[in-house]
Antibody, heavy 121, light 106 residues
């Protein structure tokens, strides 16, 4: 059974940083692209970033480009999101999601339960 | 940039058919995926690649995609289908979601 467990969320001041993690199990982690998707309170889903199975290719949404960095450690079956220069509008639940192929191109077949990031002074 | 347009809300009586649309420029040339999200829960994939269902998703859920519109159809709607539904595509190496549609079961 595929399991994705996010951690690392919390309350941070504007301009601060956090590193989110997503521990994966139940599948061959290195064979699948992974994404981060966020959802602000009461709002819809917003794709944030993706990374290929090998980790060699990364992709970002315009709203986070230059501030967020996605990475993965295939030896630890873990996905990361380093988020810097946090703004109030970054407040959201952050989900990790598993693609169905090695490159970011298809549906997100599995999701974690999410981790809440709150930006507040 | 590419935009996906969904109606904010759809209402249907139990046992009837709900149709949730997702509009986009030439969306028929893209693969469309649909997610169901209930309050306080993570999204769940219900239809992928326009028409396919993941294992465990009832046959009542089906999809279509042509021209400028993709549609998620839920037949014989049940109270448990009440949720937010999102369409999603990939465009220029970015994933895009529609704004979401709240399905209300009357």
């Amino acid at each position: 059974e595929v399991q994705l467990v996010e951690s690392g969320g919390g309350s941070v001041q504007p301009g601060g940083s956090l590193r989110l993690s997503c521990a994966a199990s139940g599948f061959t982690f290195r064979s699948y692209a992974m994404s981060w998707v966020r959802q602000a309170p009461g709002k819809g889903l917003e794709w944030v970033s993706a990374i290929s199975g090998s980790g060699g290719y990364t992709y970002y949404g315009d709203s986070v480009k230059g501030r967020f960095t996605v990475s993965r450690d295939n030896s630890k079956n873990t996905l990361y999101l380093q988020i810097n220069s946090l703004r109030a509008e970054d407040t959201a639940v952050y989900y990790c999601a598993k693609d169905r192929v090695p490159v970011p191109a298809t549906a997100f077949g599995s999701w974690g339960q999410g981790t809440l990031v709150t930006i507040s002074s | 940039s590419y935009v996906l347009t969904q109606p904010p809300s759809v209402s249907v009586a139990p046992g009837q058919t709900a149709r949730i649309t997702c509009g986009g420029n030439n969306i028929g040339s893209k693969s469309v995926h649909w997610y169901q999200q209930k309050p306080g829960q993570a999204p769940v994939l219900v239809v992928y690649d326009d028409i396919d269902r993941p294992s465990g998703i009832p046959e009542r859920f089906s999809g279509s995609n042509s021209g400028k519109m993709a549609t998620l159809t839920i037949s014989r709607v049940e109270a448990g289908d009440e949720a937010d539904y999102y369409c999603q595509v990939w465009d220029s190496s970015s994933a895009l979601f529609g704004g979401g549609t709240k399905l209300t079961v009357l």
